[in-house]
């Protein structure tokens, strides 16, 4: 077991590298840790809320709860906030994170001009459930719109949504970063990736957790 900055990683959390592997909570925020120490530099424009604290947010149902779990992020004076989505979060209430289990992972982006929205890799008529619910949890500075459904590239199989989470949340991150107004973001599409496989993107955050972690 390994840290790098506020993220855990072990053993067991690695093999899920492997291709079918279901990547869990510990590796998305693995990689939500290296975007903003090695990518964003630290921009304090910049907020990426762990798997975690989402959850939980999501699960508090209260804004009292949830404005005091973000506290330390002070989301008003952020101009990008970057969430990954766990649907676990919008079901029954359960004490144990630990022991949630989810059966999807989508991308919920907050930008000061486009507003909320939704990224997801699987087909889906309307915004998920836990996106609109944690979107209307999050203390921000103004009342958020409603959530947006954009276009995503789409996994192929049952395990590749955290996969594509990771990649899409590196493709916003540096259309902000180019652009902090992001005039010309209204989705992604598959070439917009930094990536060009889930296999790929599974192969560098191996080499990333290796070098980080030494795991």
Not at 134 to 142: E, G
Not at 155 to 184: I, P, R
């Amino acid at each position: 077991m390994r840290d790098y900055g506020d993220a855990t990683v072990t053993q067991e959390d690695v093999k899920l590298l492997n291709t079918g592997g279901w990547l869990n909570d510990a590796l998305v925020w693995f990689f939500e840790e290296y975007l903003r120490v090695e990518v964003a530099n630290n921009d304090p424009r910049v907020c990426f809320v762990s798997p975690n604290v989402a959850f939980l947010v999501a699960q508090s149902r209260s804004k009292e709860i949830a404005a005091e779990l973000l506290t330390s992020l002070n989301l008003p004076e952020k101009k990008l906030i970057l969430v990954p989505v766990n649907d676990a979060g919008d079901g029954p209430t359960q004490l144990n994170y630990d022991t949630a289990v989810g059966n999807h992972w989508s991308l919920l982006v907050i930008h000061e001009r486009t507003g909320p929205c939704e990224l997801s890799s699987v087909e889906a008529r309307s915004v998920s459930a836990a996106a609109r619910l944690i979107t209307s949890l999050l203390p921000v500075r103004k009342t958020l719109s409603n959530v947006k459904l954009l276009r995503s590239p789409k996994q192929s199989n049952h395990s590749d949504c955290g996969v594509y989470v990771c990649a899409m949340m590196e493709t916003v991150l540096q259309s902000f970063l180019a652009d902090d107004q992001m005039q010309e973001f209204n989705g992604i599409a598959e070439e917009d990736l930094p990536y060009s496989s889930p296999a790929i993107v599974r192969s560098e955050m191996r080499k990333l957790v290796r070098e980080k972690c030494g795991v």
